[in-house]
């Protein structure tokens, strides 16, 4: 058997060179536009876990979805989909805890694509402290 790994070629970046790379493939949201965006339809969904959920509260009106679960509760032609996935065209705005891995999420969702997928810059800790309703 073949070795399958590649050590030292052009394909591999650490995380940082790979967020900056997927962040410019999408213009990302501030607490304020997130929550403008969402006041015009654009649906917020937290890939937060359960003991962030429960220890920090829920952003009213968001969708909960697991990050292991979130291209096929969001894929408009998956057979596991939300009844919020409604199209492609749909505006969907991913928040973690502090905007990482909701970079990585909104690129995913490009490559089903969600072309209006985005991300929360600094996550629910930024809609927290821009004193943003949050459920308890």
């Given at each position: 058997m073949s070795d399958v790994r590649?050590?030292?070629?052009?394909?591999?970046?650490g995380i940082d060179e790979l967020l900056e790379r997927v962040r410019a493939g999408y213009e990302r949201l501030g607490p304020q536009e997130a929550k403008a965006a969402a006041a015009e339809?654009?649906?917020l969904v937290?890939?937060?876990?359960?003991e962030l959920r429960a220890r920090d509260g829920l952003i009213p009106g968001?969708?909960?979805?697991?990050?292991?679960?979130?291209?096929?509760?969001?894929d408009p032609q998956g057979s596991h989909r939300a009844a919020e996935?409604?199209?492609?065209?749909l505006q969907v705005v991913v928040i973690c805890n502090e905007g990482y891995?909701?970079?990585?999420?909104?690129e995913s969702?490009?490559?089903l694509g969600l072309y209006r997928?985005?991300?929360?810059?600094?996550?629910?800790?930024?809609?927290?402290?821009?004193?943003?309703?949050?459920e308890v």
């Open positions: 590649h050590e030292g070629g052009d394909d591999q970046v339809g654009a649906l937290d890939i937060r876990y359960a968001a969708l909960v979805v697991e990050r292991n679960e979130l291209e096929w509760r969001l996935a409604v199209s492609h065209g891995a909701s970079s990585l999420a909104a969702l490009h490559r997928a985005t991300d929360l810059i600094g996550g629910f800790q930024a809609w927290r402290a821009a004193g943003f309703p949050v």
